[in-house]
């Protein structure tokens, strides 16, 4: 390969893995991430560090009695990305560990104002991808950008119960149980613009240790992300990303389900290289549309340096092709 198409090879991988590695919405089920099903050279290597900052009612169980509830949220999340090849095309795994360095806030509970600051780890998030349409396994080297226009992949979320939380607090940074969302996406390249789509569903185990150790449930959520973005000539892009989710109606033990969902939020994503192994990422997204809780503003600001498998691509300016 030239080394103008590898070093261009070089920052889509760069830009393109910090955008599958990291969702900066506090709540499950609302994630906006553009770019999740783009095909990566295979035997790439990622860390990450991103800042967030969340202001609103970031807590979406519907049970919460707390009326008007307000948080401020500054959480930091650490994180590891690795490409590898599974059935002759391109897969990725990740695992992000966040923690909130302070929640501070409020709300009324019977009429009575109450107020507090948490802090402490939230629940990690593993994620496994698969391109099962274009796609093929490629190492940087030979990686061609113009020849993954159109892939189609599945994904597997997995939410881990590794925050803090205790059934006598009414906002806690663990949920004290699993989640698990599959879903199916697709990218489509024209010229310059990427199209994307997304259709998945959340899934949750019984939190047993629920209000007043009562057992609590969630009926699934369905989510649709739609995503478009467009490639500049210096590596960075701009995407305009919206999504859709419904269900996940909540049902304390011995209690009526509440309030099922039926939201949506928009945002703006930008990344922007810094040179062929780092990049930063800037986002920020809002409430479209809120039936029920979750209606809160997120600022995002994100580095992402590759460790390793970047070979011997060198900075000579060239750029992917539209």
Not at 99 to 109: P, Q, S
Not at 238 to 243: H, K, R, W, Y
Not at 247 to 268: D, I, K, M, W, Y
């Amino acid at each position: 390969m030239k080394p103008s198409v590898r070093y261009a090879a070089s920052i889509i991988a760069v830009v393109t893995g910090l955008t599958i590695f990291w969702d900066p919405s506090p709540a499950q089920s609302q994630e906006l991430e553009p770019r999740a099903y783009r095909a990566l050279p295979v035997g790439l290597h990622f860390g990450l560090l991103v800042y967030s900052f969340s202001t609103g009612n970031v807590v979406v169980d519907p049970t919460t009695p707390v009326e008007g509830l307000e948080l401020d949220v500054h959480t930091l999340t650490a994180g590891y990305l690795t490409t590898f090849p599974l059935f002759g095309r391109s897969s990725a795994f990740s695992i992000s560990l966040p923690y909130v360095v302070r929640a501070t806030g409020g709300g009324t509970l019977n009429d009575v104002l109450i107020t507090g600051t948490r802090s402490g780890p939230a629940d990690a998030r593993l994620r496994l991808s698969h391109l099962v349409i274009g796609g093929a396994a490629q190492r940087l080297p030979e990686f061609a950008p113009q020849r993954h226009r159109r892939t189609v992949g599945l994904g597997l979320t997995v939410s881990a119960p590794t925050g803090n939380y205790s059934n006598d607090r009414v906002v806690n940074s663990g949920a004290n149980r699993w989640g698990f969302k599959p879903e199916i996406g697709t990218t489509i390249q024209r010229g310059r613009w990427i199209n994307e789509i997304a259709l998945g569903v959340w899934l949750f185990t019984a939190n047993t240790d629920g209000p007043f150790g009562l057992t609590k449930t969630q009926d699934p959520l369905g989510s649709l992300q739609l995503h478009f973005s467009y490639n500049f000539k210096n590596g960075m892009w701009l995407s305009i990303d919206g999504n859709f989710f419904t269900g996940g109606a909540a049902t304390v033990e011995g209690f009526e389900p509440v309030n099922r969902e039926s939201n949506s939020r928009l945002g703006l994503t930008l990344s922007i290289p810094l040179s062929r192994k780092d990049s930063l990422k800037l986002a920020g997204h809002t409430g479209a549309f809120t039936r029920a809780g979750a209606d809160f503003d997120v600022g995002v600001l994100g580095y992402q340096r590759m460790l390793a498998g970047g070979g011997g691509a060198k900075a000579d300016g060239g750029q992917d092709k539209p």
